[in-house]
Antibody, heavy 118, light 109 residues
């Protein structure tokens, strides 16, 4: 059964860079998109962006200037970097697998809580 | 980019049916509409994709439809375990963007 395990720093100061990685297990890495989604406390889901196995990316325009997604296909890992964080970036960050055909997310990581506070 | 519009909350009694709407622009609500169920403290779980398709293992009490720029999720035979937040999600080929609705809280009375 496919598993996504994510890790990264959970406490950041304003202006620092958020860095998260998601490891993919029990599934092919090449046949899907890989995405990041976040959820601020008590709020809804926000799409951050997606990356494919060769590093092709699409980002949410509202975050595009601060976001970089990358892949390490040989390790079956993909990563998120978000620069110049503020309190507004405080959220639970999820990684997910997307199907190419209908662009839906069928497998999710458990989520990483990231808090930005001075 | 704002996402599709969903009602903030809906409620129903056990055994009843409820419908949650998801309204957007013509470019938002196309073929690539999916729905997610999220219980507190857990990641979302897909319950419908491609407007009407159910992933393996999802109860047939969940069904989807679309009319014009509005997609809908219907849950029949409400059960206590259905109490959760529900999000619609759409993908636009034109701009390769995924957008979520704001979410609907379902309360089972």
């Amino acid at each position: 059964q496919v598993q996504l395990q994510q890790w990264g720093a959970g406490l950041l100061k304003p202006s620092e860079t958020l860095s998260l990685t998601c490891g993919v297990y029990e599934t092919s890495f090449n046949n899907y998109y890989w995405g990041w989604i976040r959820q601020p406390p008590g709020k809804g889901l926000q799409w951050i962006g997606k990356v494919n196995h060769v590093g092709g990316t699409d980002y949410n325009p509202s975050l595009k200037s601060r976001v970089t997604m990358s892949v390490a296909a040989s390790k079956k890992q993909f990563s998120l970097r978000l620069t110049s964080v503020t309190a507004a970036d405080t959220a639970v960050y999820f990684c997910a697998r997307l199907f190419y055909d209908y662009y839906y997310m069928d497998a999710w990581g458990k989520g990483t809580t990231v808090t930005v506070s001075s | 980019q704002s996402g599709p519009t969903q009602p903030a909350s809906v409620s129903g009694s056990p055994g009843q049916s409820i419908t949650i709407s998801c309204t957007g622009s013509s470019s938002d609500i196309g073929t690539y509409v999916s729905w997610y169920q999220q219980h507190p403290g857990e990641p979302p779980q897909v319950i419908l994709y491609g407007v009407t398709e159910r992933p393996s293992g999802v109860s047939n009490r969940f069904s989807g439809s679309k009319s014009g720029n509005t997609a809908s999720l219907t849950i029949s035979g409400l059960q206590a375990e259905d109490e959760a937040d529900y999000y619609c999600c759409s993908y636009g080929h034109k701009d390769s963007l995924v957008v979520f609705g704001a979410g609907t809280k379902l309360t089972v009375l």
